[in-house]
């Protein structure tokens, strides 16, 4: 059976046995829409946002954006640039696919180099016996986006033929929305503005999710629980099946599809340098059994084949706020987080003060 979900799916009638989800990691795939996860408009005043966002970072850890300045049209053309790549034929695909692994793992370094895969869960410890693996039902297309230097644009799919073009805009343009997303957070913890600039954020990659059509949702996963590694994922999703956990109680709540919304996703790193204000959106994704569904995660993380130290802000500290986490570095913690899938924060355990 060939690798990528999408080149088979359309032609089974049940999910074989490799990708079915043990019963104990299964989705509730019938979640209510989460009306209260909140819904950002940028159009508004500046201390209204901050304020939202620092509150839906605490309640959810995920919040939409609209009216961000990436223009509708501009939406619709990645869309359908992404869906246009995930049709090219086969042959085109594969440059893009690693030969001799069937899994192969996505390891943010500056020089990423565009690549197609499938993910598991209970991933192989490197050193031993593994659990039982379970495939996601979706495939993956990834790539650094910035720096956009010359050379990596050069590395980018040639085919579609808009597909230059329009992610390299887009990409620009969720960069600016990303940097006044950090910008207004930072200024809700009290810190320097530019605190997440740099260093800390110097990674920027482009997932194109392709989640198939699916003979049977009740036992598949496009992704199960997880929180994602780096500062801050925004997702393009067009239908509903991204859901995420409410802090408080751990509902799990639909994130409702809005047009040209942004949904913004903080990751685990962004709550180690709040030390613990803001929470890492729990979330998963569910599959359907209508039709396909793409999303595009633009994520944020920093430059990990560095010595980059990630640690609470120290600006934060104080006796009544001691740091929760020890300083740590990034490429140590990536390995975990690639390797140790037991618990959402697993790869925050080493460092909990
Ligand atoms: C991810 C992720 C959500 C989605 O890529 O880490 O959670 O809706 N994606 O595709
Ligand atoms: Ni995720």
């Known amino acids: 059976m060939a690798s990528l979900i999408s080149s088979w799916a359309s032609q089974v009638n049940t999910v074989p ?41 605490q309640e959810y850890g995920v919040f939409q954006v609209i009216n961000h300045g990436v223009s509708q049209e501009l939406i619709a053309d990645v869309l359908k640039v992404c869906e246009e790549f995930y049709k090219l034929p086969m042959e085109e695909l594969e440059k893009y696919t690693e030969e001799e692994e069937e899994l192969s793992e996505f390891e943010p370094n500056l020089d990423q180099k565009p690549k197609l895969f499938i993910e598991n869960e209970y991933r192989p410890k490197k050193n031993g016996k593994n659990d039982k ?52 957070m930072c200024e809700g913890l009290g810190l320097q503005k530019d605190h997440f600039a740099y260093e800390l954020s110097q990674i920027k990659y482009l997932l194109i999710n392709l989640y198939p059509k699916c003979p049977d949702p009740t036992v598949t996963a496009g992704a199960v629980e997880h929180t994602d590694g780096g500062f801050i994922n925004m997702l393009l999703q067009e239908l509903g099946e991204l859901h995420v956990r409410r802090q408080k109680n751990g509902q799990w709540f639909a994130v409702e599809p809005i047009p040209s ?52 802000a120290r600006a934060l500290l104080s006796e009544t706020n001691p740091p929760k986490y020890k300083p740590f570095s990034c490429t140590e913690y990536l390995k975990i987080f690639f390797t140790d899938t037991s618990e959402f924060e697993a790869a925050l355990n080493p460092y909990k003060l």
Request: aromatic share 6%.
């Open 17 to 57: 046995e490799r990708y079915v989800v043990p019963s104990e990691k299964r989705l509730n795939i019938n979640v209510p829409i989460g009306k209260d996860i909140p819904v950002i408009d940028f159009s508004l005043p500046s201390e209204k946002i901050v304020e939202d966002i620092i509150k839906a970072s």
């Open 133 to 184: 693996e379970v495939i996601f039902w979706k495939d993956t297309f990834a790539h650094c986006t910035h720096p956009t230097k010359e050379d990596r644009i050069s590395s980018w799919p040639e085919k579609p033929e808009k597909y230059r073009e329009v992610i390299g805009k887009y990409s620009e343009g969720v960069r600016k929305t990303r940097l006044k997303v950090l910008e207004l």
């Open 261 to 312: 919304a942004l949904v913004c996703i903080n990751g685990m790193l962004l709550k180690v340098i709040s030390n613990g204000k803001l929470e890492s959106g729990i979330h998963r994704v569910a599959t359907n059994s209508v039709r396909d569904r793409i999303s595009v995660g633009c994520l944020t993380s920093p430059a990990c084949n560095g010595e980059c130290i990630i640690e609470p």
